[in-house]
T-cell receptor
């Protein structure tokens, strides 16, 4: 079974609008971490934001926020005030367990295109 | 720190040849991961090391693939003999074991391998 599901292969958003990229996950662990990475056309993987399973507040980093709904096992990324430079692939990932360093498991990604 | 450094950035080789990909993790990081990215399968974990010791190599596709980490600052991924289906982007990533805390993986720029 897929541990990370990203159901939107591609998304379009108008510049300056907000956009939500969906991510659902599957785990039986009580302790886990959820991550979002950005991969621009140049290919590098850029870490954006992290949410721990015990964090009560939704994570925020600048224009990025994570809408964490634990009961629904979803960890959607919200990008506010989209910019042309936000056009990229976005990957949701999960690390299971409390110890801090099992490998990240990635979803298939969502390609975001920001339109001027 | 210069980040995770991979070499070469691009590699084109003929089927049957040996290919060696190299990685220098961030100094002080005690986990090193090798991932492969393809359009069909997304980002797959191949193998990871903790303190230079291989922990899980179940993602290595077949015996043609091998990985070593002779010291804390260097790892190699070798494919011998290479086949066209090995064409992919290979990422190395490293992370630090902060138990219970955010431990995102830092990725290298990747090696784009083309086997013709």
């Amino acid at each position: 079974a897929q541990k990370i599901t990203q159901t939107q292969p591609g998304m379009f958003v108008q510049e300056k609008e907000a956009v939500t990229l969906d991510c659902t996950y599957d785990t039986s662990d009580q302790s886990y971490g959820l991550f979002w990475y950005k991969q621009p056309s140049s290919g590098e993987m850029i870490f954006l934001i992290y949410q721990g399973s015990y964090d009560e507040q939704n994570a925020t980093e600048g224009r990025y926020s994570l809408n964490f709904q634990k009961a629904r096992k979803s960890a959607n990324l919200v990008i506010s005030a989209s910019q042309l430079g936000d056009s990229a692939m976005y990957f949701c990932a999960m690390r299971e367990g409390p110890s801090g360093n099992t490998p990240l498991v990635f979803g298939k990604g969502t390609r975001l295109s920001v339109i001027a | 720190d210069a980040g995770v450094i991979q070499s070469p950035r691009h590699e084109v080789t003929e089927m049957g040849q040996e290919v060696t990909l190299r990685c220098k993790p961030i100094s002080g990081h005690d986990y090193l991961f090798w991932y492969r990215q393809t359009m069909m399968r997304g980002l797959e974990l191949l193998i990871y090391f903790n303190n230079n010791v291989p922990i899980d190599d179940s993602g290595m596709p077949e015996d043609r693939f091998s990985a070593k980490m002779p010291n804390a600052s260097f790892s190699t991924l070798k494919i011998q003999p290479s086949e066209p289906r090995d064409s992919a982007v290979y990422f190395c990533a490293s992370s630090l074991d902060y138990r219970g805390m955010n431990t995102e993986a830092f990725f290298g720029q990747g090696t784009r391998l083309t086997v013709v």
